[in-house]
T-cell receptor
Framework: DVKVTQSSRYLVKRTGEKVFLECVQD?????MFWYRQDPGLGLRLIYF???????EKGDIPEGYSVSREKKERFSLILESASTNQTSMYLC?????????????FGPGTRLTVL | SQQGEEDPQALSIQEGENATMNCSYK?????LQWYRQNSGRGLVHLIL?????REKHSGRLRVTLDTSKKSSSLLITASRAADTASYFC??????????FGAGTRLAVHP
């Protein structure tokens, strides 16, 4: 089974802190994604990566950056956390092969910025 | 916005009843997928239906797709309390990106 893990389930940070959210997948998938989920807004794509060292902006990249130094790891960075970045952050990796076109999600990190 | 729209936003039923959720979208798609999210957890893939398919079944799940109306529905038959979750439709946004709907919150009461 595909496994996607995220470094923390819950995280509390202060305004202005630099925050790192880590995501690791064990299925050698090329595509990985970071979303944030807020009530009533569904999932919104922050950044995605389709290969090592490659990154593309999603719909809401402002205030975020990412790093993909190894295929299995995709990191989301909040350079200077702000209270409006309090949210649930979900990482996913994507499998496209044969009849499969599926995203596999990690358990999520609930970030609170005070 | 490319985001899919789901309705209803919330659905409350009794165990044993069927639950139907609907999704509409605006673009052309290759496939449409449904995901489930238990409270505070990640999403889990349920089923995928391709644009050349009209109906697909998986266990108690039945998905239909009407590309002329740009809509899909997810039917859960004989609901159980364990089906309580949020359900999201998702469709391709290019680059293997998925565009997700806002979700339907389903509550199944024993």
């Amino acid at each position: 089974d595909v496994k996607v893990t995220q470094s923390s389930r819950y995280l509390v940070k202060r305004t202005g802190e630099k925050v790192f959210l880590e995501c690791v997948q064990d299925m050698d998938h090329e595509n990985m994604f970071w979303y944030r989920q807020d009530p009533g807004l569904g999932l919104r794509l922050i950044y995605f990566s389709y290969d090592v060292k490659m990154k593309e902006k999603g719909d809401i990249p402002e205030g975020y950056s990412v790093s993909r130094e190894k295929k299995e790891r995709f990191s989301l960075i909040l350079e200077s956390a702000s209270t409006n970045q309090t949210s649930m952050y979900l990482c996913a990796s994507h499998e496209t092969s044969g009849n499969t076109d599926t995203q596999y999600f990690g358990p999520g990190t609930r970030l609170t910025v005070l | 916005s490319q985001q899919g729209e789901e309705d209803p936003q919330a659905l409350s039923i009794q165990e044993g009843e069927n639950a139907t959720m609907n999704c509409s979208y605006k673009t052309s798609i290759n496939n449409l997928q449904w995901y489930r999210q238990n409270s505070g957890r990640g999403l889990v893939h349920l089923i995928l239906i391709r644009s050349n398919e009209r109906e697909k079944h998986s266990g108690r799940l039945r998905v239909t797709l009407d590309t002329s109306k740009k809509s899909s529905s997810l039917l859960i038959t004989a609901s159980r309390a364990a089906d309580t979750a949020s359900y999201f439709c998702a469709f391709s946004g290019g680059y293997n990106k998925l565009i997700f709907g806002a979700g339907t919150r389903l509550a199944v009461h024993p």
